[in-house]
């Protein structure tokens, strides 16, 4: 959960593009795993290659406004741009959350981004938690450190009224993710809801094909910045599990103008596993029948055709590979 709700709320905040000085931004990433990164919002979209020092440095004439970066590989942050700014950012790839520094005009705004970033890695714990109460005492506590980040000196007015607005909704949105969350969770030990959706080799493809097998769902979207980090992550696990008694299932849930980009991503970053197509976007059966809010979201289901976990790890989580490996 964490970053992961303010990320989608970044492409609803944005300001209109003046005619005024260019954005000024160097990226100095430590052990980088691309030769490319990324920075986009939902009216804008950037590619930066890597130069000959080994750094990311452009001058853009970007909307002003939220935007996500994604380092070409794993990891992503939310970023403040204006142009006029002459940022610098540096991390390392390695640990990019903990290693994240911002200098230069503009890092006020986004030292805020990075310290709100960090602060709610403790969100999922609660998340899975059925105590309610102590879900309300983090939730509130939260609330008013999130505010008191906006009464750092140096930050813009724009900057702080736009993302109060976030910060409202995005505790508005994660109170809706915990009760929704609750309510997933009583899927569990439940058989897992039938779909049948288009198979990229072919045909069509649904959950009664893999009983007998362990089915480790993957719902995702080409567009979604946190699915394709996890790309990496899974395409090693399905390598080490090999010849085990599981299945590893990606459903997209793209629209269906995008399904050629959908095609092409399975071409371009040689998924592997059962790659479906689920028609219907966000009113697919498969995003009802699960309790889908957000993505990615990945569900296990086991060889008697019940779900074992209705929210299960990330490929990127060290708990996931060893808890597979248990049930083997």
Known sequence: MKKLILAF??????????????????????????????????????????????????????????????????????????NGFDLVMTTDANEFDEKLTYTGKGSAENKVLADKGNSDGGLMTYFENPDKDAFTKFFEQKKKNDLALLERPGLAESFKTMVSQMFQQEHQMIQMQYDSNQEMLKLK???APTFSYE?????????????GKYVYIDIWATWCAPCRAEIPHLKKLEHEMEGKNIVFLSVSIDAKKDYEKWKKMIVDQQLGGVQLFAEGDWNASIVKDYGIQGIPRFILVGPD????????????????????????
């Open 199 to 211: 198979n990229y080799k072919g045909g069509k493809s649904s959950m009664a094909d893999f009983k």
């Open 189 to 191: 030990g439940k058989p």
């Open 9 to 82: 709320l970044a492409v609803f905040f944005s300001l209109p593009m003046m005619a005024q000085e260019k954005l000024k931004i160097k990226i100095e990433i430590k052990n980088r795993k691309s030769d490319t990164v990324y920075i986009a919002s939902r009216t804008y979209r950037k590619m930066i290659p890597v130069n000959a020092k080994g750094i990311f440095e452009q001058e853009l004439e970007i909307t002003n406004g939220l935007h996500q970066f994604f380092d070409g590989a794993q990891d992503y942050t939310l970023m403040y741009l204006e």
């Open 305 to 328: 055709g019940n779900i074992v976990d209705p929210n299960a790890p990330r490929p990127s989580s060290p708990q996931l590979k060893p808890m597979l490996l248990q049930m083997m």
